[in-house]
């Protein structure tokens, strides 16, 4: 999976980083990390509130974390 486009990432009011976008960020970020920093990373992307998510490709998500 290729990585946001910076310029194009959407914020919330209160300054956090869009739902949608933090979970592709994540994504990008296990596929690219090593094996010690990929648990954490895969932790946060459990603790995204799917009900804000638009479009989610569990598929891949559980691929990473197998």
Do not use: F
């Amino acid at each position: 999976m290729p990585a946001p486009v910076p310029w194009s990432l959407a914020w919330h009011k209160d300054g956090e980083l869009a739902t949608q976008d933090r979970l592709d960020l994540l994504q990008s970020l296990i596929g690219t990390e090593n094996a010690a920093y990929q648990c954490s990373l895969i932790v946060a992307v459990e603790r995204l509130p799917v009900a804000e998510l638009t479009s989610t490709d569990l598929g891949s998500i559980t691929r990473l974390c197998a």
